[in-house]
């Protein structure tokens, strides 16, 4: 059973930070690249940050310098410090797992939401 938990999702204020945490089980963790993915009010979803099995990192304009992403292998965990929150960032937040190679496979998680008030 491959599964994704989210965590540490919430109401935050505006100017405030969270962090976001995920679970992963089923999987071979190292393999993944892992990403958070969110679902904002009248968008499409969008990816926020990712993290290769190498331990680099990407992340979207919109929490460029903001944001850290990290994994932590041996928990089978990745998460998702956000800084200097705004109603803009207010959605559902899903952990993603990916693997390319021959055998890709993408798993999602059932998605946190973070809710920022004004």
């Known amino acids: 059973q491959e599964q994704l938990v989210e965590s540490g999702g919430g109401l935050v204020q505006a100017g405030g930070s969270l962090r976001l945490s995920c679970v992963a089980s089923?999987?071979?963790?190292?393999?993944?690249?892992m990403a958070w993915y969110r679902q904002t009010p009248g968008k499409k979803r969008e990816l926020v940050a990712e993290?290769?099995?190498?331990?680099?990192?990407k992340y979207a304009d919109f929490v460029k310098g903001r944001s850290t992403i990290s994994r932590e292998n041996a928990k089978n965990a990745v998460y998702l410090e956000m800084n200097n929150l705004g109603s803009a960032d207010t959605g559902v937040y899903y952990c993603?797992?990916?693997?390319?190679?021959?055998?890709?496979?993408?798993?999602w998680g059932q998605g946190t939401q973070v809710t920022v008030s004004s």
């Open positions: 993603v797992a990916e693997r390319l190679g021959v055998r890709p496979e993408v798993h």
């Open positions: 089923g999987l071979s963790f190292p393999r993944y690249t």
């Open positions: 993290i290769r099995s190498t331990g680099a990192t």
